[in-house]
């Protein structure tokens, strides 16, 4: 059997679906969940839905962390079996060792074509990178030039959300410039946005409902006019905040491609449940 000219590579907090990663033939590495002293894989020894049925019960935040260089190395030897390349597209290197980490396990494949990417970004910002490289990938584009639409891709990517509680991103030390709300009132519900792979404040609006309602806009606002779509709407255990969020969306605009999911393990251990937000770009 033939390889494929290049592998499409990316990890867990891209939060993408079993049919989207089947359909792009997309390669995910699983993120590592640290909790009351088991070191669980996401998505392979923790489901989303027993990850939010327990969060609620358990005394001890948990906590996340990337594969070791090693691990990586093991995973892209397996994707080496089937590919003649590989590009990786990541969580945000501002927010995760993972890049680091990857770099090694990459450097231990010796001369084997490997390009990583900084997707600067995380959940579906960083998946809707993974699947437009996996389309390029398929449109028979080598290694490096997939690796540079992809790159070209990063600063188009806009990924915003609401947030229930800023504890989760607090306690798990990945707040950025949001930690200055930290301490105000608590009945604030931020609008949070990454900014340069950072979780940034927008705004701090009084309900969810309004927090919701100004995120949209600023969506809406952003989207409006622009051809060539590609979103995604992302939850924490708020199925119908995100119904909301897409119904607003879809009666509004015609995107090229669309998604939804409910955030993965690792990064709902680092924003908590309640969650409702967006992943967006534009060709």
């Known amino acids: 059997m033939s390889k494929r000219k290049v592998a499409i590579v990316t990890d867990s907090v891209a939060n993408l679906m079993p049919e989207t990663i089947a359909e792009h033939n997309i390669y995910v590495i699983p993120q590592i969940l640290n909790w009351e002293g088991q070191s669980l894989l996401d998505q392979i020894d923790i489901s989303t839905a027993q990850f939010y049925e327990r969060l609620p019960q358990s005394k001890d935040l948990p906590k996340t962390s990337q ?13 080496a079996e089937e590919a003649e390349s590989i590009v990786a ?3 945000s290197s501002a927010l995760s060792g993972t890049i680091q980490s990857a770099h090694l396990g990459a450097q231990a494949m010796g001369d084997y074509p490997i390009e990583i990417v900084d997707s600067r970004s995380a959940s579906l910002g960083q998946g809707l990178l993974a699947v437009a490289a996996a389309r390029h990938a398929a449109a028979g584009h080598d290694y490096r030039a997939v690796a540079e639409y992809v790159r070209g891709l990063v600063p188009r990517m806009r990924v915003l959300f609401v947030v229930d509680t800023l504890e989760y991103l607090h306690k798990g030390g990945r707040i950025g410039g949001a930690k200055r709300l930290v301490g105000s009132v608590l009945s604030i519900k931020p609008v949070l946005h990454i900014e340069n792979g950072q979780i940034e404040p927008l705004a701090s609006v009084r309900t969810k409902s309004k927090a919701i309602a100004h995120m949209l806009e600023i969506v809406l606002g952003e989207m409006s006019g622009k051809q060539n779509i590609h979103a995604g709407v992302i939850h924490a255990n708020a199925p119908n905040d995100a119904a909301y969020v ?15 999911n409910e955030l993965t ?11 409702v937000g967006m992943g967006y770009y534009t060709e």
């Open 67 to 79: 594969p070791s260089p090693g691990q990586f190395t093991e995973h892209f030897e397996r994707v």
């Open 246 to 260: 897409m119904q607003q969306i879809l009666a509004a605009v015609q995107p090229q491609e669309f998604l939804s």
């Open 89 to 91: 597209v990541f969580v």
């Open 265 to 275: 393990p690792v990064i709902g251990a680092n924003v908590g449940p309640g969650v």
